[in-house]
């Protein structure tokens, strides 16, 4: 059985078990399906957080705030989950370049993509400006967050 197919298996078991068992503060359980191309989590904790390896592995960097550089995660990261709180400014705009310059994507509260290797996701805002239409993976400079996903 492929690692993909133990994942899928493992996160559809974990969407089960949200919705038959009392959600707790500290449980990160996952929800939503895999045909969307992220995933719901539980527990918000106001942080974006990357990861630069896939499915939450290699180094974290997280910000409560925005941010026009990040640092040792730039242009290095392939899972991005915004645990953001629910509310005002509550969807992340991810940037290629730093101080919210170039094309940008936009990730949605409670939102997570676990792997951005497979270039399903891509700078779909900003047409005519740089990297727009390019894959987000290893290619984020800085974020801002904002109140909602719109193109713009």
């Known amino acids: 059985m492929s690692v993909k197919r133990v994942l899928t298996l493992a996160a559809s078991a974990a969407a089960v078990a949200v919705l038959f068992s009392p959600a707790t503060g500290a449980s990160a ?10 995933v719901r989590l539980a527990s918000a904790d106001g942080f974006l957080h990357v990861y630069t390896q896939p499915y939450g592995g290699g180094r974290e960097c997280k910000w409560s705030g925005n941010s026009n550089d990040w640092g040792t995660c730039r242009n290095l990261t392939s899972d991005i989950w915004n645990n ?69």
């Open 29 to 38: 359980l996952e929800s939503g399906s895999e045909g969307s191309k992220s």
């Open 84 to 152: 953001g709180y629910a509310g005002g400014l509550d969807a992340v705009d991810l940037y290629t370049a730093p101080n919210a310059g170039g094309a940008h994507a936009c990730i949605s509260q409670g939102d997570r993509w676990w792997d951005t290797t497979t270039g399903n996701y891509r700078f779909t805002y900003g047409a005519g400006l740089e990297q727009f239409g390019a894959s987000v993976n290893n290619n984020i400079s800085s974020h801002r967050w904002v109140d909602y996903c719109s193109q713009g």
